[in-house]
């Protein structure tokens, strides 16, 4: 079955800019979508079909997807983006949908 | 106002069933694919199963398969999780969620509900 690969935990100070990867097999043939979850919270669409944003989301969010490794980058990261990110993708080969593990922004 | 709203979870033992029900308003139901997804506690997001707009087609994660099964009525706008030979590692919040683009496959889920939550225990 296809997986995908995060790092628990990204960390970055006020105003910078945070990267998260998610990694998998041939990953850019494939369309990223990627969900933020504050805590108590349901699953919020940042970026989907690998750098489209939904309406409501800043565009300080932005994201890319080419070769084994997808990324959400985050510019001028605020206290309020502090949360767990989650990527995912559409596995065609087995029809089922795959989750990455999940990343932990931590805002210093 | 466009929104899922989940119910039926609740507080099962093993090997027991349980329905779960997921409401949806605001949008042309019948357009767009549903799914469940689950989050047991303290852990990451997990795909449980998906269903077409139309119905027609259904999917489920290696997980549950043969034990759970989607449905959906799209005259009431309302998809539906039949649980059977629950387990322990059942146990999670279950959230329905809806797919980005209508007439389309599962891939993006852009609206998702509160969830519910499903205890399996003894």
């Known amino acids: 079955s296809y997986v995908l690969t995060q790092p628990p935990s990204v960390s970055v100070a006020p105003g910078k800019t945070a990267r998260i990867t998610c990694g998998g097999n041939n990953i850019g043939s494939k369309s990223v979508h990627w969900y933020q979850q504050k805590p108590g919270q349901a699953p919020v669409l940042v970026i989907y079909y690998d750098s489209d944003r939904p309406s409501g989301i800043p565009e300080r969010f932005s994201g890319s997807n080419s070769a084994n490794t997808a990324t959400l980058t985050i510019n001028r990261v605020e206290a309020g983006d502090e949360a767990d990110y989650y990527c995912?993708?559409?596995?065609?080969?087995?029809?089922?949908?795959?989750f990455g593990g999940g990343t932990k922004l931590t805002v210093l | 106002e466009v929104q899922l709203l989940e119910s039926g979870g609740g507080l099962v033992q093993p090997g027991g069933s349980l329905g779960l029900s997921c409401a949806a308003s605001g949008f042309t139901f019948s357009s767009y694919a549903m799914s469940w997804v689950r989050q047991a506690p303290g852990k990451g997001l997990e795909w449980v199963s998906g269903i077409s707009g139309s119905a027609g087609s259904t999917y489920y994660a290696d997980s549950v398969k043969g034990r759970f099964s989607i449905s959906r009525d799209n005259s009431k706008n309302t998809v539906y999780l039949n649980m059977n030979s629950l387990r322990g590692e059942d146990t999670a919040i279950y959230y329905c969620a809806k797919e980005s683009v209508d007439m389309a496959t599962i891939d993006a889920f852009d609206l998702w509900g509160q969830g519910t939550m499903v205890t399996v225990s003894s």
């Open positions: 995912q993708v559409w596995d065609s080969s087995s029809d089922h949908v795959v």
